[in-house]
């Protein structure tokens, strides 16, 4: 069995994977600010619903850059340097505990869903939601020396000052610039408008990267058809030769991608 926990900045969502790939839900709950709490919470679940030996590997997935285990920070929730992994296997010490950046995770699992015979050589999955986060792809796995690439937290030059992308980008931006959730608009000129703000940090990214495939996810990628001809018209402007090979699409599960992702993680690391 393979437990993926997916820690958000206000829920997290505990899920379990059977042999066969089979998901069932465990539980969820407000993710506690105190980290002692947050461990015992996650301990208590997982504890409830699985025999002792029977787990495998448990992913955790978290909204911040991550090195060897330990979140380096989490600006949704207010945590810094948390050693997660090792609280975790102190507590569950005969099974593999990975920990792993949820917009990493969630782009594994989205470049794993595309529709094509072979995975991409590169991929870049970004998440607009709450925050922006970034994940990239080599041949359809993860890099883990960019798991602390935290793509939102780009400094770019917006309405006359240095600001980082997420602060005017997000889908909390357009809350509350707009005071309207995406769903609920439909004026082309703001969505316009939002796609030119999504495209700063895409005309930055993407000729670093030169990726393959682009993926729009998070709770704004939902409404991604609303300003997908925008963006597209946009970077085709700014940036016309790195567009001409890109493929840009929406993500397929955006509720589900980061649980599937620490699947597909598992699987890889216990293959090592």
Aim: proline share 5%; hydrophobic share 35%.
């Amino acid at each position: 069995m393979i437990v993926a926990v997916d820690t958000g900045g206000t829920k997290t969502l505990i899920e379990a994977f059977d042999d066969d790939g089979k998901k069932k839900f465990l539980n969820k709950f407000p993710t506690p600010r105190d980290q002692h709490e947050y461990i015992k919470r996650v301990t208590q679940v997982i504890a409830h619903h699985t025999h002792p030996g029977s787990v495998e590997a448990i992913v955790v997935a978290l909204p911040g850059p991550i090195k060897d285990g330990v979140v380096v920070r989490t600006s949704n929730i207010g945590w810094e340097q948390f050693d997660v992994r090792s609280h975790l296997q102190a507590r569950f010490p005969s099974t593999n505990i990975y920990v792993g950046n949820d917009a990493d995770l969630a782009g594994l699992a989205e470049t794993r869903a595309l529709e094509r015979k072979h995975a991409p050589s590169l991929s870049l999955y970004v998440t607009l939601s709450t925050g922006i986060g970034t994940g990239v792809c080599f041949n359809g796995r993860l890099f883990p020396s960019l798991s602390r690439f935290e793509g939102g937290s780009m400094r770019l030059h917006y309405d006359g000052e240095l600001q980082r992308w997420e602060d005017f980008a997000s889908g909390r931006n357009f809350h509350e610039r707009y005071d309207q959730y995406g769903r609920d608009v439909d004026d082309p000129e703001k969505w316009q408008d939002y796609a030119e703000r999504v495209s700063m940090g895409l005309v930055a990214l993407i000729p670093l990267l030169e990726p393959e495939t682009l993926i729009i996810g998070g709770s704004m990628g939902t409404h991604f058809e609303k300003y997908a001809h925008f963006l597209d018209e946009i970077l085709r402007d700014k940036i016309p030769i790195p567009m001409k090979t890109l493929s840009v699409t929406q993500a397929k599960h955006p509720e589900e991608a980061v649980v599937y992702g620490c699947y597909y993680y598992a699987l890889d690391e216990l293959a090592r």
